[in-house]
């Protein structure tokens, strides 16, 4: 099966901590993509970044960092020293070649950053 | 310049109209998609076209009937409107499909009411 699980429905901070989103795929591709998209309480969905299967490395861009391990097949997006503007849903989505050049979406985190 | 934008923003019409969505894309690319958001933030892709040819078509009613005049716009029309189509519509686009790992990018959201 192809599938994204984001386990986390709902995760309320407080300014200034740090959070992670948890992100699960499944897949039968040895090849694919990971995506995190954020969807901002405006409405929009923005990408944040994309990871292919063959590159684990970490990454990370300002308060944002993204950890990608095959073997537990997680993809987890981590923001540091959260702040209020990052309150958004962030989805989490998986792109694969077999049966069409699909893109999947998982159910989304809804995070709460509270002043 | 808004690289995905989508006409509508708002649409709220009643039950058995018909209603069009237009979408434009001004990055080039090849591939467009349209979106469905349901009222829980779940994203399902209903349709996708390459250079003007169905490429995805997912288990939708045929009330939807995309069209795409040329690779830059990808129209969404629905006959009948039933109370269960209020969501919010995103159109969006990628590179070629011969590549899994294009980044989708998303218009604004169309938000439908049936009411």
């Known amino acids: 099966a192809q599938k994204v699980t984001q386990a986390q429905t709902e995760i309320s901070v407080v300014e200034k901590e740090?959070?992670?989103?948890?992100?699960?795929?499944?897949?039968?591709?040895?090849?694919y993509y990971l995506f995190w998209y954020k969807q901002p309480p405006s409405g929009e969905l923005v990408f944040l970044i994309r990871r292919n299967s063959f590159d684990e490395q970490?990454?990370?861009?300002?308060?944002?960092?993204?950890?990608?391990?095959k073997s537990t097949s997680s993809f987890n997006f981590t923001i540091t020293a959260?702040?209020?503007v990052d309150s958004?849903?962030?989805?989490?989505?998986?792109?694969?070649?077999?049966g069409g050049f699909k893109t999947i979406f998982g159910a989304g985190t809804r995070l709460f950053?509270?002043? | 310049d808004t690289a995905v934008s989508q006409t509508p923003k708002y649409l709220v019409?009643?039950?058995g109209n018909d209603k069009s969505i237009k979408c434009e894309q001004n990055l080039g690319h090849d591939?467009?998609?349209?979106?469905?958001?349901?009222?829980?933030?779940?994203?399902?892709?209903?349709?996708?076209?390459?250079?003007?040819?169905l490429i995805i078509n997912e288990?939708?009613?045929?009330?939807?009937?995309?069209?795409?005049?040329d690779k830059a716009h990808l129209n969404l029309h629905i006959n009948s409107l039933e109370l269960g189509d209020s969501a919010v519509y995103f159109c969006a686009s990628s590179r070629s499909r011969g590549d899994s790992g294009n980044t989708i990018y998303f218009g604004e959201g169309s938000w439908l009411t049936v009411v």
Do not use: H
Request: net charge positive.
């Open chain 1, 82 to 84: 959260s702040q209020v």
């Open chain 1, 18 to 31: 740090d959070v992670t989103l948890d992100c699960v795929y499944e897949t039968r591709d040895t090849t």
């Open chain 2, 59 to 69: 288990t939708v009613p045929n009330r939807f009937s995309p069209k795409s005049p």
């Open chain 1, 58 to 69: 970490n990454e990370i861009s300002g308060r944002y960092s993204w950890n990608f391990q």
């Open chain 1, 88 to 98: 958004a849903v962030y989805f989490c989505a998986l792109s694969y070649d077999t």
């Open chain 1, 113 to 115: 950053v509270k002043a």
């Open chain 2, 13 to 15: 019409t009643q039950m």
């Open chain 2, 31 to 53: 591939t467009m998609y349209w979106y469905k958001q349901d009222s829980k933030k779940f994203l399902k892709i209903m349709f996708s076209y390459n250079n003007k040819e």
